[in-house]
């Protein structure tokens, strides 16, 4: 069809006048396509709308495109869009054409011609000119949608960058294939619910007794004198020792004298435990910053953190304020909360026995990332070999999750289907290079200074049991050790969990790209060493208390908790008030 109106251009003077004999054999027509291209070309273009007609065949080609690739709903409002501008400029070119050039009938068609004659009959030539400029404005003022939205709430994303004119045509293909949700306009940075949310969502979580640490004076005085009597009795001189109580532990730092070996210290660690009938200590020996060594006792009063408090506290607000992608960790030992910015990281692999509280500390960053961001901002993958572990979520799967086209569950439970979907990842990290490289930008955030992509996060809750088989555990591990060296800077984020910290299982080839890693209570040294390439973990006490590793720097935390109960009501607060009923789709696996 194309081809024929291309055709009709160059030869429709000749071809005109033997219409009526188009089933004369002896006649022969100049049209590429033949006599069927010339009758065709002709009531198309010359009784038609004119060289408008182009925009026929654009339109079947990008129609077919969508049936045969994109497989999504197929009215969407990108379609729509672009069916109002094709109907918009084959009316309004026609018409502009024979205002301005009449006696070229070729380029306005009858219609064209029909319609021109009755504006000017109407409102005279020069009106006719005010009223195609006023509407061409309109139009354009329609399309850049000047109108803020409303209630501070981010645009509805588009499938596709919308162009201001059909010239524009062969970015809008290019955007077919890259599969991305882009906007004209960069949206808000929404690190925060609203206060009416905020005040809804503090009410829904349950009533707990959230006291204050209680200091036992005598206690710490008791644990003070025994750890100088061990030390002095094996002629340790020490200046100074002072006590720092946190929600599991109490931290006793010492100042030794100078010239004393720190290797003596660490030596006595089950000395000065038996002295204190304490279950496990850890000893760090030097504190990182302080001229001190620290000494960790367990707290006999351990008071627990919950995830109420860090969720609407001031302080982790201040913290989450500047960060893309903020998750927090707990308390530390200085009874301070703890937030980080998983885009620094930027993927988080963490490990831990049954019952330590690897799973609550999964819900916690789910919990968090969930407050803190809006639908547009975040999208999760969730594989729960469980089943049972991350369900509660699929009720905001439709707003909050990413998925392969067609797929039935949004929770990835399926071992089959792991590869599937890492793969479908691993293509939409490579087409979202290919969106960085168009745009002339670094990473996703100079990107979305202009446009917006949401983060991605993959979320794995327990690891080992991905590895089956030799053949399925190679595949997965190239997909994970793919994504963990390059997906950072497209926006795509890895947090890994699993109870069997084993070198099979956490090879030396994922553990060198997961900079960043967590060490619930483990069963040995080696299980430690394995996570966090040090001893410590063993020691730890359960119940939420943690190492986090970060780049050679060692944190002792302690979880918040979090009931099932408030999580199930979070999770209904945020079905309700989540409007937005779409899933944001990879591409298809291979």
């Known amino acids: 069809m194309l081809l024929s109106f291309f055709s009709f251009l160059f030869h429709w003077k000749n071809d005109q006048s033997q219409l009526e004999k188009l089933f004369d054999k002896e006649i022969i027509a100049e049209n590429l396509l033949g006599k069927m291209g010339a009758v065709v070309s002709h009531y198309f273009i010359y009784c038609g709308i004119g060289i408008s007609v182009f925009f026929v065949p654009i339109l079947l080609f990008i129609t077919g495109l969508r049936i045969l690739f994109v497989r999504k709903k197929l009215l969407n409002d990108f379609y729509k869009s672009t069916i109002c501008k094709f109907i918009f400029f084959s009316i309004w070119l026609p018409i502009t054409f024979y205002l301005v050039i009449p006696d070229q009938g070729i380029f306005s068609g009858i219609f064209g011609f029909e319609i021109g004659n009755l504006l000017i009959h109407l409102f005279g030539k020069i009106g006719s000119y005010i009223l195609i400029f006023t509407s061409i404005i309109f139009y354009f003022i329609i399309i850049f949608r000047m109108n803020p939205p409303k209630n501070g709430i981010p645009q509805k994303i588009q499938s596709y960058e919308e162009t201001d004119t059909i010239f524009k045509l062969c970015n809008k293909l290019c955007n077919f294939f890259l599969n991305t949700k882009i906007v004209n306009r960069p949206l808000k940075k929404t690190n925060e619910s609203s206060p009416k949310n905020k005040n809804i969502l503090h009410s829904i979580f349950s009533k707990k007794d959230f006291s204050s640490i209680s200091v036992n004076n005598l206690e710490i005085d008791s644990n003070k004198k025994k750890i100088v009597q061990v030390l002095n009795y094996y002629k340790i001189e020490i200046c100074q020792i002072k006590a720092i109580i946190g929600p599991t532990i109490i931290l006793y730092e010492i100042y030794p004298k100078v010239g004393t070996r720190i290797s003596k210290i660490k030596n006595?660690?089950?000395e000065i435990a038996l002295n204190l009938s304490a279950i496990s200590i850890r000893i760090i020996a030097p504190m990182p910053g302080k001229g001190s060594i620290g000494i960790e006792i367990p707290n006999h009063n351990r008071y627990p953190v919950y995830m109420k408090d860090i969720l609407f506290s001031e302080e982790s607000h201040k913290m989450s304020h500047e960060m893309e992608l903020p998750i927090s960790l707990g308390k530390t030992v200085f009874n301070k909360i703890f937030v980080i910015d998983l885009t620094k990281m930027p993927h988080l692999l963490i490990a831990g026995s049954t019952g330590q509280g690897k799973s609550v500390g999964l819900n916690v960053m789910i919990i968090f990332l969930l407050y803190q961001k809006n639908p547009e901002d975040i999208k999760f993958i969730l594989i729960d070999p469980k089943k049972v572990e991350l369900s509660v979520y699929k009720k905001i799967s439709k707003s909050y999750f990413a998925a392969i086209p067609n797929s039935i569950e949004p929770i990835i439970t399926d071992l089959h289907q792991v590869k599937n979907i890492l793969n479908s990842l691993c293509k939409e990290m490579d087409k979202r290079y290919a969106l960085l490289e168009k745009y002339k930008v670094r990473n996703i955030q100079e990107y979305n200074q202009k446009y917006h992509l949401?983060?991605?996060?993959?979320?794995?809750?327990?690891?080992?049991?991905?590895?089956?088989?030799?053949?399925?555990k190679k595949q997965i591990e190239t997909y994970i050790t793919r994504l963990a060296q390059l997906a950072r800077a497209v926006g795509i984020h890895l947090i890994?969990?699993?109870?069997?910290?084993?070198?099979?299982?956490i090879t030396g080839l994922i553990k060198s790209n997961f900079t960043a890693r967590i060490a619930f209570r483990v069963s040995s040294k080696i299980d430690s060493r394995t996570i966090l390439d040090c001893s410590g973990a063993e020691q730890l006490i359960g119940k939420g208390d943690l190492l986090f590793s970060?780049?050679?720097?060692?944190?002792?935390l302690q979880c918040p908790f979090i009931d099932l109960s408030d999580i199930q009501k979070i999770v209904d607060f945020y079905k309700k008030n989540d409007k937005k009923n779409e899933y944001f789709f990879l591409p298809e696996p291979d």
């Open 454 to 472: 949401p983060y991605i996060i993959l979320i794995i809750d327990e690891f080992a049991d991905l590895s089956f088989s030799f053949y399925q």
């Open 268 to 270: 006595l660690k089950n």
């Open 550 to 556: 970060n780049r050679n720097e060692l944190i002792r």
């Open 496 to 505: 890994i969990a699993t109870q069997r910290p084993s070198v099979d299982v």
